[in-house]
Nanobody
Framework: QVQLVESGGGLVQAGGSLRLSCAAS????????MAWYRQAPGKQRELVAR???????DYKNSVNGRFTISVDNAKNTVYLQMTSLKPEDTGVYYC???????WGQGTQVTVAS
C-alpha cells in the first residue's frame, strides 16, 4: 500500500524557518517526480516545488530562493526546507507522488506576522 506521511508543520514567526518531511512507504520515491503543494484557506491548491527523478528542481516564483526541495534516498523521504517565511506562505502543505498519483494527508504551516 502506497502511503505518504507529511510532518514538520507548525506555527512560526515571519522570517523564521521550517523543514517539512514526507516519508514514503510502499513505493520508491526516486522512481518519479515528487512535489510539494500548498492550499491556503479559500484558495486552490498550488504547486510550490517539484523535483524530478534526475534531481531537476522547479519552484513557484514567490518561493524561489527561500525554499529548497530535496530527497534522501536512504530514508525514502522528500523534504521542503523553508526559510524567510512570510504570512502568505500559510497553508496546508501536501506531498505528492506524480508517478503513483498519491497525496499525503497534509501538514499545517502558519506564519504569524
Amino acid at each position: 500500500q502506497v502511503q505518504l506521511v507529511e510532518s514538520g508543520g507548525g506555527l512560526v514567526q515571519a522570517g523564521g524557518s521550517l523543514r517539512l518531511s514526507c516519508a514514503a512507504s510502499g513505493m520508491i520515491i526516486r522512481r518519479g517526480a515528487m512535489a510539494w503543494y500548498r492550499q491556503a484557506p479559500g484558495k486552490q491548491r498550488e504547486l510550490v516545488a517539484r523535483i524530478t527523478s534526475t534531481s531537476i528542481t522547479d519552484y513557484k516564483n514567490s518561493v524561489n530562493g527561500r525554499f529548497t526541495i530535496s530527497v534522501d534516498n536512504a530514508k525514502n523521504t522528500v523534504y521542503l526546507q523553508m526559510t524567510s517565511l512570510k504570512p502568505e506562505d500559510t497553508g496546508v502543505y501536501y506531498c505528492n507522488s506524480e508517478s503513483y498519483g498519491k497525496w499525503g494527508q497534509g501538514t499545517q504551516v502558519t506564519v504569524a506576522s
